[in-house]
Nanobody, 126 residues
């Protein structure tokens, strides 16, 4: 059974940085795409960034390209999301999720991901 535990959210001023972590356990070859969705109040859960653990390919939403970077530490079975130049519109609950590799070969949607973390709040405000 896949278990995902997130950490690293918090309050940051515009232009600041945060790093989110997602520690995975029970990982199987069928669940080899892992990354982050986010959901702001009253909005849908949107894909932010993902990495394919098999080949290292990545996905970034257009809104975060050039500002966010996803990486993986295989020894720790942990995925990181480095978020730089944060904007107020980045404010949301960020969820770690894992699914099959094809789930990030197309635009990621929540229904294609079978395992989820509990979420961590990111607030960007002055």
């Amino acid at each position: 059974q896949v278990r995902l535990v997130e950490s690293g959210g918090g309050l940051v001023q515009p232009g600041g940085s945060l790093r989110l972590s997602c520690a995975a356990s029970g990982f199987t070859v069928d669940y080899s795409a892992i990354g982050w969705f986010r959901q702001a109040p009253g909005k849908e859960r949107d894909g932010v960034s993902f990495i394919n653990s098999r080949d290292g390919s990545t996905y970034y939403a257009d809104s975060v390209k050039g500002r966010f970077a996803i990486s993986r530490d295989n020894a720790k079975n942990t995925v990181y999301l480095q978020m730089n130049s944060l904007k107020p519109e980045d404010t949301a609950v960020y969820y770690c999720a894992s699914g099959p590799p094809w789930a990030i070969a197309v635009h990621p949607i929540a229904a294609n991901f079978g395992s989820w973390g509990q979420g961590t709040q990111v607030t960007v405000s002055s």
